[in-house]
């Protein structure tokens, strides 16, 4: 890629990647020296170690290898992991940067932004914990930094598109949520000059590796589990966007519906989070322990009791999925283990940091999201796809379409799109001519 011909001919790519490592490691081994650990992590933990043995037979498929397999390169040692994540956190600036200066500003203000964005601590933090995001965030940081380049759309270059199409695959790998991408890409693009002749046009290619780890990872889980879903996790998930409504099940799912409704009472009242209801009702309640179903099989339960409940209450549904799930969202997120601190009064220090900065992005997503209102009543005006269209669905798309899928920890999942946010707003400015008054302000 051109970023990395260019990295020491540009200077600013060269000190971003000095800045960015050195930093990281001096709050690793300084103030931080450990890898956050989630409950979400021994799964993946778990995979790694399935597949270090060459064989996934009898694996319960509630992981896509994509991250396990930065972790097999890390030897199974989770610091290891961390420093590859740092080098991705470190690259993925760089990515940033000509991303900026694809959209027209200088590089002394890209280099500007990029140390600015790369100082919320929310980033570090992510690179610290044993979780997808930073990996997800890196994929996603590749993408933009394509799509976003002058000449993509008019390029007849078919290597670009495969490129595209792997490391969207890779993002599938990642998590195959992911998979609505190449849709969204091919969409956004063919409407961009819309032909009913060019519809089979050279993006079809970015469909190529993402149904592939789609379809193959969901075969693999098939063979071993019995059923033909990308993460075995998926049916119980989807329950969980029943919470409000359980009780509301049709007959044949009450068995599932009624001790739903009695733990997310019970968790409530405990005022624990009520997302996590009918996790508390498998797990610690083992309501479901008399049927004598297996975990696969009873998620596989789970999800035709969410499909049925949803379908008998569309109202509820839609309720839920906008004012809780669709929210959440947008809310600002940081992953970290108190304990993990070297000092306590650091902790207490980076505490009062990220309620500033968490501030600074309620107002970014605020913003963004009004923002993109009007990028899209003004592209059904003009009838026009524009970068800022374009930009805007990068982040509306999922944020819809996870909020229909789960309820949960859906702010996590926000965290690979925070810096899109940032660059509409950016881009907003500029064409307005508001970012030229500042610049001469400042």
């Given at each position: 890629m051109s970023i990395i011909n260019n990295i020491f001919k540009d200077k600013n790519l060269l000190n971003l990647l000095l800045f960015g490592f050195i930093i990281r490691l001096a709050l690793f081994f300084g103030l931080y020296p450990d890898a956050s650990v989630f409950p979400d992590s021994g799964s993946y933990f778990h995979l790694a170690k399935k597949m270090s043995t060459f064989s996934l037979e009898g694996y319960s498929g509630e992981r896509s290898p994509g991250y396990p397999i930065?972790?097999?390169?890390?030897?199974?040692?989770?610091?290891?992991?961390?420093?590859?994540?740092?080098?991705?956190?470190?690259?993925?600036?760089?990515?940033?940067?000509?991303?900026?200066?694809?959209?027209?500003?200088?590089?002394?203000?890209?280099?500007?932004?990029?140390?600015?964005?790369?100082?919320?601590?929310?980033?570090?933090?992510?690179?610290?914990?044993?979780?997808?995001?930073?990996?997800?965030?890196?994929?996603?940081?590749?993408?933009?930094?394509?799509?976003?380049?002058?000449?993509?759309?008019?390029?007849?270059?078919?290597?670009?598109?495969?490129?595209?199409?792997?490391?969207?695959?890779y993002l599938v790998l990642i998590k195959p949520f992911f998979a609505y991408l190449p849709f969204l890409i091919y969409g956004l693009f063919t409407l961009k000059k819309f032909n009913f002749r060019n519809l089979i046009n050279k993006k079809l290619i970015l469909f190529i590796f993402p149904l592939v780890v789609y379809f193959g990872w969901s075969y693999v889980n098939k063979i071993n589990t019995g059923?033909?879903?990308?993460?075995?996790?998926?049916?119980?998930?989807?329950?969980?966007?029943?919470?409000?409504?359980?009780?509301?099940?049709?007959?044949?799912?009450?068995?599932?519906?009624?001790?739903?409704?009695?733990?997310?009472?019970?968790?409530?009242?405990?005022?624990?989070?009520?997302?996590?209801?009918?996790w508390n009702a498998y797990g610690e309640g083992k309501a479901f322990d008399s049927y004598g179903l297996s975990f696969v099989e009873l998620s596989h339960e789970f999800g035709e009791y969410a499909k049925a409940t949803i379908i008998s209450n569309p109202k509820d549904y839609a309720k839920q999925v906008v004012t809780r799930s669709w929210l959440d969202f947008w809310e600002p997120s940081i992953s970290w283990n108190e304990d993990k601190f070297r000092f306590n009064s650091v902790y207490n220090l980076f505490v009062k940091i990220w309620d500033v900065q968490k501030i600074i992005l309620y107002t970014i997503v605020v913003v963004f999201i009004l923002i993109s209102f009007v990028v899209y009543i003004r592209a059904i005006?003009?009838?026009?796809?524009?970068?800022?269209?374009?930009?805007?669905?990068?982040?509306?798309?999922?944020?819809?379409l996870q909020a229909m899928v789960t309820?949960?920890?859906?702010?996590?999942?926000?965290?690979?799109?925070?810096?899109?946010?940032?660059?509409?707003?950016?881009?907003?400015?500029?064409?307005?001519?508001?970012?030229?008054?500042?610049?001469?302000?400042?």
């Open positions: 930065l972790l097999l390169f890390a030897i199974g040692k989770v610091k290891i992991l961390i420093i590859y994540q740092f080098l991705l956190g470190t690259i993925c600036s760089l990515f940033w940067y000509k991303t900026l200066v694809n959209f027209k500003f200088t590089n002394r203000e890209s280099f500007c932004i990029t140390i600015l964005l790369q100082l919320f601590i929310n980033v570090f933090f992510y690179e610290t914990a044993f979780l997808i995001e930073s990996f997800a965030l890196f994929c996603m940081s590749i993408v933009i930094y394509i799509i976003t380049k002058p000449n993509y759309s008019i390029n007849k270059n078919y290597k670009v598109e495969l490129l595209l199409s792997i490391v969207l695959g059923y033909f879903v990308s993460t075995t996790f998926f049916g119980l998930n989807l329950a969980q966007n029943c919470v409000y409504f359980a009780e509301k099940s049709p007959d044949e799912f009450q068995w599932v519906g009624q001790p739903y409704a009695e733990f997310r009472d019970k968790t409530i009242l405990e005022e624990r989070d009520v997302a996590m209801s009918i005006y003009k009838r026009h796809i524009d970068t800022s269209f374009i930009i805007a669905s990068f982040v509306i798309v999922p944020s819809i309820y949960g920890t859906n702010s996590r999942y926000s965290y690979p799109f925070d810096f899109i946010m940032v660059f509409m707003l950016l881009i907003f400015l500029k064409e307005k001519g508001i970012w030229n008054k500042l610049r001469k302000v400042i």
